[in-house]
């Protein structure tokens, strides 16, 4: 397939040098002097136990080399910039393009309609997470099921697209109920995510620590609340013991957040926790921990210049 990954970020580098395998894949990304660094050393991927893969995907600067249309077009950037990014290379666009988003909250089919039809919106969530380590590295720091489906209409080539997933080693399932894998994956980013991140620690951490462990379960019973009230029920233990699970198989692994305080970069705090926070005003559920958490993050970006 031809595939074009929007974004030289962590999760754009890993799933673009990933996908390189056994397609032909374009990383589009803001910075020349990086694009060309793809270009002549390709990018790396480090595991967890210290193996790497050395790929080369074809990388372009965002809005050019537009010749070819992409069967398929990945958004990972910041949602901040999704509406820039997306304008900026509305050439990859065909009458056929599917276009995917994997990116964490929810909501994200308004702005992506205005660039292809409904039936061609795919939406998904990803157990994988990754960390740059250098302009074109990464630490793989977790792995696991990667769900999507089409936002509002069957699309065959959705199929095709997870069997190629799959055999690059990105296990794909195809889900006929996609938005409750979004609330799902949000159970996480909105406890285990966002309490590493604010902590600035190992994903382990959490679990090794009872007062860290307090503050994802309360964070997590909050979003289930929320969850219920538009329709989506989960049992709240069920759902502590996937976070659980996660944080056993992740301990070594930091969330996107995490780097973004770290490097004093701006976050996606408001379309996380902010979407817990909206749907909980919106439904009449209290969300005190989650609106705690959006203020705590935002004045955690204020420190960024700031000297004792």
């Not at 988003?101 to 205005?114: A, K």
């Not at 944080?247 to 780097?259: D, H, K, V, W």
Request: hydrophobic share 40%; charged share 25%; proline share 3%.
């Amino acid at each position: 397939m031809r595939i074009a990954v929007l974004g030289a970020g962590a999760m754009g580098l890993l799933f673009g040098g990933l996908l390189s395998r056994k397609n032909d894949v374009c990383i589009y990304g803001h910075r020349a002097e990086k694009v060309e660094e793809i270009k002549k050393n390709g990018v790396i991927i480090r595991e967890n136990d210290g193996t790497e893969l050395h790929l080369f995907p074809r990388a372009a600067v965002s809005g050019e080399d537009l010749r070819e249309i992409p069967d398929v077009v990945m958004l990972f950037t910041k949602l901040l910039v999704s509406r820039e990014v997306l304008e900026q290379n509305r050439g990859l666009f065909g009458p056929d393009t599917l276009l995917l988003t994997l990116q964490n909250g929810s909501g994200h089919e308004e702005l992506l309609r205005e660039f292809v039809e409904e039936s061609r919106i795919v939406i998904g969530t990803t157990r994988h997470n990754s960390v740059l380590t250098g302009n074109t590295s990464v630490l793989h720091g977790g792995s696991g099921v990667t769900s999507i489906g089409s936002a509002h209409a069957r699309n065959t080539l959705v199929y095709i697209l997870a069997e190629e997933m799959s055999a690059c080693g990105i296990e794909t399932s195809i889900s006929e109920d996609i938005r409750r894998f979004i609330w799902d994956k949000l159970f996480v980013n909105t406890s285990v995510s966002v309490v590493s991140g604010i902590l600035q620690v190992p994903q382990g951490y959490l679990l090794d620590n009872p007062h860290a462990w307090s503050l994802v379960e309360r964070l997590a019973r909050e979003a289930v609340e929320t969850a219920r009230s538009e329709g989506f029920v989960f049992k709240p233990e069920k759902v502590l013991e996937g976070l659980h699970s996660l944080l056993e198989g992740a301990r070594n692994g930091y969330p996107s957040i995490y780097a973004d305080l770290r490097d004093g970069r701006k976050t996606e705090v408001d379309a996380i926790s902010g979407s817990i926070v909206r749907t909980g005003h919106k439904n009449g559920i209290p969300v005190p921990s989650h609106e705690m958490v959006v203020e705590l993050i935002h004045a955690m970006e204020g420190k960024t210049g700031q000297t004792v």
